[in-house]
């Protein structure tokens, strides 16, 4: 499909590999407005270039840029507009799910509490809001990272495989929370998943194979 909307964020001349590995050469593409879809199989590259487009992790060469902004000149001030959560992760596990939200609240400018109130509902953790995030099953932490990525108003917006470990419920509400800020001209939401999502009206496709 061709991308439509404004580029948000461009990616040029991208090379990445892991040992024995290569993953991206000399690869460019764009993340426009709207919702966009990496969509690949096992292996092919979903989470490291969500990794990439987040700064978390080094490419070996090329240029990322936000707006004209780019990554290897001014790094705070493009990470500033991506939110980024890597689900798998252990590194908030000592925290509570309100220390957090408001962890999140102090990065983001346009943090939104109404919108946390919102997703807190509809993804249904109201009952584990007193718990340490270590205490909540994969599913309940993907929430917290989900109902995060709503309320945070970052430009740039990278979810991995989103409907993972999920309830039907909780799907049903990430497709219409989702299918809202699609309208929105300035924001992009990145979802990386091995299938095309229903429901879902995508602006952007990166395809990396099966």
């Known amino acids: 499909m061709k991308n439509q909307g404004k580029a948000l964020l461009q990616v040029h001349d991208l090379s990445f590999s892991y040992p024995g590995q290569v993953l991206f050469s000399d690869w460019s593409g764009e993340i426009v407005a709207g919702i966009n879809l990496v969509r690949g199989g096992d ?10 487009l987040a700064g978390e992790v080094q490419a070996q060469s090329g240029q990322l ?3 004209g902004v780019f990554l290897h ?18 590194a908030f596990d000592q925290l509570g799910v309100q220390e957090y939200f408001a962890g999140v609240r102090g990065s983001y400018p346009q943090f939104d509490d109404g919108l946390l109130e919102n997703a807190i509902e509809g993804l249904g953790l109201t009952p584990h809001l007193h718990k340490q995030l270590f205490m ?10 989900l ?13 991995d ?6 309830d039907k419920a909780s799907i049903e509400f990430i497709v219409k929370t989702l299918n809202q800020f699609a309208q929105e001209p300035e924001r992009a939401w990145v979802l990386a998943m091995y299938v095309t999502p229903q ?4 602006s952007g496709l990166i395809e990396l194979g099966d």
Request: net charge positive; glycine share 8%; proline share 5%.
């Open 43 to 52: 292996g092919r590259g979903k989470t490291s270039l969500l990794q990439l």
């Open 65 to 67: 840029q936000i707006q």
């Open 73 to 90: 000149e001014q790094a705070a001030q493009y990470r500033s507009q991506v939110f980024w959560v890597d689900p798998r992760t252990d």
């Open 136 to 145: 909540l099953s994969t599913g309940s932490k993907r929430k917290v990272w």
């Open 147 to 159: 109902a995060a990525a709503f309320a945070a108003g970052a430009r740039i917006n990278l979810l």
């Open 161 to 166: 495989d989103p409907f993972a470990a999920l």
């Open 199 to 202: 429901g879902l009206p995508l």
